[in-house]
Structures are given as C-alpha cells and as structure tokens.
C-alpha cells in the first residue's frame, strides 16, 4: 500500500509519499481564492507532479478548507483521485490529521496553532469533536492570523490617536511600508490573509521585549486558546487529559506557550501538556498506513475509484 499523504493550509500545502522521507511544499490555498474545491484539487496535483508524479494507491488530506459536505468531498476526491491515478482519496480537516499526529491516535485533545486554529478532542468512546476552527473571519482565535490581525489594528488605531504608542508601529512599517498606507497594503495583498498570519512573528517577537501593547495580545491569544483547549478537555471527559500542541506558536519555551501553560494551571479538570508527537503531514501519512480512519467517524470522507 502506498501512501500520499497531504497537510494543507492557508500559508502552505506540503506533501510526502510513503516511498521517501522528502516533503514537497507550494504556497496554500486561502478561502478567499475562489473556487476551493478545483483550487484545492489543482494545487495538491500541481505540488503531486514535483514530487515526481509517484505512484499512489491511498491519498490522505488533512485540509485547512476541507469541504464541510459530503458532494463537495467527494467532488474533491474525485478529481485528485482521477489526476493522480489513486484507488482511495481521504480527506478530513487538518485537525483530524493533526491530532492523529500529535497524540498518534490516543484520546486526548491536540491544539494546534498555525494562520488558524485546529483543534479535536477525541474520547475513549463516543464521538470525537472539533473544536474552532471556524475560519479568521469568524474564529480560529489566538491563531497567527488573529494575533496578526490584532496587532494591525492596534497601529492603524495609534495612527488616529488612539491607544499607547507600541514597537508594533515600527514592525508593522518594516513588513507593510509607511503606515498611513498600511491598510492599503494589506488589502491590496495578493495573500492578504497569509501576510497577516506572518506579522505574528513579529507581534510575539516585540512581546517578548516589554512592549504592553503586544504582550496584551499575545496574553489574550493565550486565553483565547486556553478556552478552545478547556472544551476539549470537557469533552474527552477523563480524569487526567492529555493536550498535545503543535504548531510554531506553540514551539517549545515560546511566549505563547508559557503564557497558554500558565493559563491552564487553572483547569478544573488536570491535564498533561505536552509537545505533540508528531506533525499532520506525520499523521495523514500514519493514518492512511494503520488504515485508522475508523475511529474518527463521519470526519473523514473516503472516495474510491469506481
């Protein structure tokens, strides 16, 4: 059985076969782009073809901007099925495969903090859930692009007279150019929501260096995450939960991990953190393996060629 295993997001879509250790990698597909389902499709066979077109018999998504219904899954699969000759093609959200990753498919909750925010608890029996993971116009809070977002706000705001004077403004004008034409730039963005998610760095960086206004963000962020994390943690239901992070906001001894740590002290159930295991390219790719998509239910799609 040879498997094609795909992590795709908003900033990058990243792609290895089971054959090699080498991962491929072209830009992301953001809802804003149009079509999703053929955009989506000609951007996994696109970064398929430079991996040398190997051959596949089970290709396994974890996307971003999965389709939430069960024709457009389909209409998805099938076009990359066909494309790339596979027998199966799954796709889940990326939070499926993520947490598949992260907690090798043990119960437990897996959060991961990327441009947006996967996060899926799964319960020893019963039904898993996902939790945000609603897209930056109406959630994935504490995410890249909802930090980056934040920050923006806060310089346009200082630009009017609003608010303290921050370090953000003078971040936001090194990566954008002069802030009196910062919303132009972002909007004007060929990418705008990856360029948005990117400023994040930045935001955590100045944090990092005493700067209130940036440091309120990234606290808030932490909360944010921490409450997505705590609805997890009630689903799963056990006495002691496992939380596994990834993502590079959560990156070991990060400001958002320790503030996001600290902020789960306070649990009311007690919880394990740890870092996850491994990524969502590593669990899309060990999910098509073990043949483990069972366990996850309604929230994978299989398509087979007919």
Known sequence: MTVLAVDGGQSAIRL?????????????????????????????VEVWRRAGSPQ????????????????????????????????????????????????????GVALIAGTGVACLALPRAGQPRLFDGNGYLLGDEGGAFWIGASA?????????????????????AERFGPIPELREAVYGHVRPVNAVAQFARDVLDVAGQGDS????????????????????????????????????????????????????????RDVRIRSADASGLTGAMNLGITDGAERYGVLVHRWRFR
């Open 16 to 44: 290895r076969h089971s054959s090699s250790d080498r991962s491929v990698e072209v830009e992301g597909v953001s809802r804003l782009e149009g079509d999703l389902v053929t955009g989506t499709a000609e951007a996994i």
């Open 213 to 268: 206004t940036a440091e309120a963000i990234v606290q808030s962020a932490a909360d944010e995450l921490a409450a997505t994390a705590q609805a997890g943690v009630a689903w799963v239901g056990d006495e002691v939960v496992d939380i596994a992070l990834g993502g590079k906001l959560f990156a070991l001894g990060s400001l958002l991990r320790s503030r996001f740590e600290t902020t789960m002290s306070s649990s009311i």
């Open 152 to 172: 923006i706000r806060s310089v346009l705001r200082r630009h009017d007279g609003v608010g303290a004077a921050t370090a953000l403004s003078h971040v936001a």
């Open 56 to 107: 596949v018999d089970r290709a396994v998504l974890g996307l971003t901007t999965a389709p939430p219904d069960a024709e457009r899954a389909e209409a998805l699969c099938a076009l990359i099925g066909e494309a790339i000759g596979a027998s199966e093609v799954w796709v889940a959200d990326d939070s499926v495969t993520s947490h598949y990753g992260a907690l090798s498919g043990t119960p």
